[in-house]
C-alpha cells in the first residue's frame, strides 16, 4: 500500500515525530555540552575582570590561553566578597552572582513610588566585589549591568584604592550592532575611562558618556560613540545605577582612609609607606588598607 | 556519479559568483581569515548533512509543509555547530556571533535543498552540498585574504605586513581601513566577478 503523503493526518503525525525528534537530539547535545560552555563562559568572565584591572592583554597570544587566564587570575585576585546596600560583607560568593537577576532589582528600585519599598528591594541585594592586586596597588572591581539597544550591555569598573578614580574599565555587550554600539568593546572606548574621577566637588558623580565628553579637563566624562547613542546611553545609565548602589561601601571606605584607624597619627610627618599592622581593621574583609598598600603621596591627597 | 555535480560549485555554478547566493555573509565574516575558514566550514557542513538528510527521506516529505521540514533539518544542524563552537571555539563563536545563527537564513543551503536534494539520490546530495559549501568558503577565503592582509597587516592573526614599513614606525605604509568595512567586501565580491567572467566567457550573457 503506498501512503497518501498529502493526508491531514500524515503531515500532522510525520511534523510531530521530525520535530519531537530534532528536539530530543539538540537536548542531548545541549546538555553534554553545558559543562564546557560554562567552564568557556567562566573564563571569560576572568578575562574581563583582568581586563577591567588592563592586565591580560596579551592572552589572546598566549599558547595555552585559558590555563595563562586561570594563573593570572588566581595571581592577582586576591579576594572577592559580596555586599549588601549598606556595604556590609554578607554571605555568597560573588564570581557566582547573576548580574542580570541584580540588575532587575536595581531597575524596580530606581522606578519605585515610595521610599519604603525602595528599601525593601535595597535589602534584597547582593553586590559583588572583586580585589585585584598588583604590586603594591589594590583595586576594587564593581560590575554594571544594563540594557543596551538589542540586548544587555555590561562591564567591569576598576577602581582605585581613593574609591574615587577609575584605574580601568572594560565593557561587552551582547548584540549591539557591529561597528556602531558594539564599539563599547573596543580598547579604544573603554581606555577612556583610566583616570577618570567618580565624584564632583566631593559628591558621588558618574562617569557620563556625551560627544564632546572626552575632554581632557573633564574628570567626569567620556566621549560617547558615534552612530551608537542608544547604546552610549544605557551604558552610561548602566553605570549610574551600579555605581550608586556601591556609594555606601564607598563611602565606608573613603571614610577608613583618612581615619586614624586606618592610616595611624603619624601618617603624614615623615617619609614612609603606611603600616596597618595591628591596627584595628577599616571594615573587615576586603579592606584596601592593607600593611604598605597607601604610600605617602595619595595619603596627602585624601586629607587635604 | 556526474563528476560536475563535484566541480561545478567551484567555478561555473559558484553560489556567490555566479548564483550570488549568500553575499551577506560573506561580506560580514570576511573580515578576517580565521573567522572565514570557521564560517564556510560550518556551511559546508550544514548544507553538506542537510541536503543529505533530507534526500534521504525525500519521498516521506509531505508536499505541503516540505519547506517547514527543511528548516527544521536546516536549523538542526545549525544549532548543532552553534553548540560545539561555543564548547570548543569560544573566541570564534563570540567573533561570527549572530551569522552562526543566521546561516539557516543562508540562500544557498535551501536553495540547494530545494533545486537538487529533493530529487536526487542521498549521496550525490551529500557531494552536492559539500561542493556547494566549499565553493561558497573559496570565495570567503579568497575575500577574507585581500580584506585581513590590506585592511590589518595580517593573515590568520600573524603580522604579515613588517612592523618597520608602517608610517608610526616611520616607514611609508598604512593599513586600508576602508578593507575592513563591509562595502569594500561587496566592491571585492564584484571584482572577483568581474575577474571570473573575463576567463569564463561563457558565463556572459549574450547582448
Redesign the interface.
Known amino acids: 500500500m503506498k ?1 497518501n ?2 493526508s491531514n493526518i ?2 500532522i503525525i ?2 510531530t515525530i ?2 519531537v525528534l ?1 528536539a530530543g ?2 537536548a542531548f ?2 546538555t553534554a ?1 553545558k559543562p ?2 560554562q567552564e ?1 563562559i567562566a ?2 568572565k576572568m578575562q574581563s575582570l583582568l581586563r577591567a584591572a588592563r592586565l591580560g592583554d596579551d592572552a ?1 597570544a598566549q599558547n595555552n590561553k585559558s590555563e595563562y587566564i586561570k594563573a593570572l587570575y588566581s595571581e592577582h585576585m586576591t579576594n572577592d566578597f559580596v555586599l549588601d546596600y549598606e556595604g556590609n560583607v554578607i554571605e555568597g560568593e560573588a564570581f557566582e552572582i547573576d548580574l542580570q537577576s541584580q540588575y532587575n532589582i536595581i531597575k524596580k528600585i530606581v522606578a519605585a513610588k515610595t521610599p519604603e519599598t525602595a528599601q525593601a528591594l535595597r535589602e534584597q541585594l547582593q553586590l559583588p566585589v572583586f580585589v585585584c592586586t598588583i604590586d603594591e596597588k589594590v583595586l576594587n572591581i564593581v560590575p554594571c549591568y544594563g540594557a543596551g539597544l538589542w540586548g544587555p550591555v555590561w562591564g567591569y569598573i576598576a577602581v582605585e584604592d581613593d574609591f574615587e578614580t577609575i584605574y580601568g574599565a572594560v565593557f561587552d555587550h551582547k ?1 549591539e550592532t ?2 556602531l554600539g558594539a564599539e563599547i568593546a573596543h580598547a579604544p572606548f573603554y581606555n577612556q575611562f583610566v583616570g577618570k574621577k567618580l565624584s564632583k566637588e566631593g559628591e558621588f558623580k558618574s562617569i557620563s558618556i556625551v560627544k564632546g565628553g572626552g575632554q581632557a579637563d573633564n574628570p567626569n566624562g567620556v566621549d560617547a560613540i558615534s552612530g551608537g547613542t542608544i547604546t552610549s546611553q544605557s551604558l552610561e545609565q548602566a553605570i549610574a545605577m551600579w555605581l550608586n548602589e556601591y556609594q555606601a561601601y564607598f563611602n565606608i571606605k573613603r571614610a577608613a582612609i583618612g581615619s586614624d584607624d586606618c592610616c595611624g597619627e603619624e601618617c603624614c610627618g615623615e617619609e614612609h609607606n603606611h603600616d596597618q599592622n595591628g591596627k584595628e581593621p577599616c571594615a573587615g574583609e576586603g579592606c584596601v588598607c592593607k600593611k604598605d598598600s597607601l604610600n605617602h603621596e595619595s595619603h596627602e591627597q585624601y586629607t587635604k | 556519479m556526474d563528476k560536475s555535480i563535484l566541480k561545478n560549485p567551484f567555478f561555473k555554478a559558484n553560489p556567490i559568483t555566479v548564483l550570488v547566493l549568500g553575499v551577506c555573509s560573506a561580506l ?1 565574516v570576511t573580515v578576517q581569515l580565521k573567522g572565514a575558514c570557521v564560517m564556510a566550514l560550518s556551511v559546508t557542513v550544514v548544507t553538506g548533512f542537510s541536503s543529505m538528510l533530507v534526500s534521504s527521506i525525500r ?7 516540505r519547506i ?2 527543511q528548516l ?2 536546516v ?2 544542524f545549525v ?2 555547530i552553534d ?2 563552537l ?3 571555539a ?2 570564534v563563536s ?1 567573533q561570527l ?2 551569522y552562526i545563527g543566521l546561516i539557516i537564513t543562508n540562500c544557498i543551503i535551501m536553495g540547494r535543498i530545494e533545486a537538487f536534494a529533493l530529487g536526487n539520490k542521498p549521496f550525490p546530495s551529500l557531494v552536492d552540498g559539500l561542493a556547494n559549501g566549499m565553493g561558497y568558503g573559496m570565495v570567503l577565503v579568497v575575500i577574507a585574504f585581500i580584506r585581513e592582509l590590506f585592511g590589518s597587516g595580517t593573515l590568520f ?1 600573524l603580522q604579515i605586513i613588517p612592523q618597520s614599513w608602517y608610517i608610526a614606525n616611520g616607514g611609508f605604509y598604512e593599513n586600508n581601513g576602508l578593507i575592513i ?1 563591509p562595502p569594500m567586501a561587496l566592491i571585492i565580491v564584484g571584482c572577483i566577478i568581474w575577474a571570473q567572467r573575463a576567463v569564463q566567457k561563457e558565463l556572459q550573457e549574450e547582448q
Open positions: 501512503l503523503t498529502n500524515y503531515t510525520y511534523t521530525l520535530v530534532v537530539v539538540l547535545v545541549s555540552l564546557k560552555q568557556n573564563l571569560e589572546s548584540g557591529p561597528g | 560580514a519521498n516521506t516529505i509531505p508536499n505541503r509543509v517547514i521540514i527544521v533539518i536549523a538542526l544549532i548543532l553548540q560545539f561555543k564548547a570548543y569560544y573566541d563570540k556571533s549572530v592573526g568595512l
